[in-house]
Nanobody, 115 residues
Framework: QVQVVESGGGLVQPGGSLRLSCAAS????????MGWYRQAPGKQRELVSR???????TYADSVKGRFTISRDKNKNTMLMQMNSLKPEDTAVYYCNADIPPMRTWGQGTQVTVSS
């Protein structure tokens, strides 16, 4: 079983930056991919970015060129650097980890982009 915990959210002005972190614990050796999703009020949860065990990355079109996903050398922490933040990036950001056929979710961290 795997647990994931997010951190790094907060309030930032438009154009600013934040870095989100997701720490995985438990049976991390079975993780095949990790990802970030977000959910804004009144909207469905959507994929933001994803990284597989071999390092392949995927990004939503809305964040390409602004967000960067990575995993550390020990591969038990996933990071997402968010630059040039916009008000429409405001949402609760959730981390997940895939150990097929299971997907584990974190509790989420709030990101608010506002002046």
């Amino acid at each position: 079983q795997v647990q994931v915990v997010e951190s790094g959210g907060g309030l930032v002005q438009p154009g600013g930056s934040l870095r989100l972190s997701c720490a995985a614990s438990g049976s991390i050796f079975g993780i095949t991919a990790m990802g970030w999703y977000r959910q804004a009020p009144g909207k469905q949860r959507e994929l933001v970015s994803r990284i597989t065990r071999d390092g392949t990355t995927t990004y939503a079109d809305s964040v390409k060129g602004r967000f960067t996903i990575s995993r550390d050398k020990n591969k038990n922490t996933m990071l997402m650097q968010m630059n040039s933040l916009k008000p429409e990036d405001t949402a609760v950001y959730y981390c997940n980890a895939d150990i097929p056929p299971m997907r584990t979710w974190g509790q989420g961290t709030q990101v608010t982009v506002s002046s």
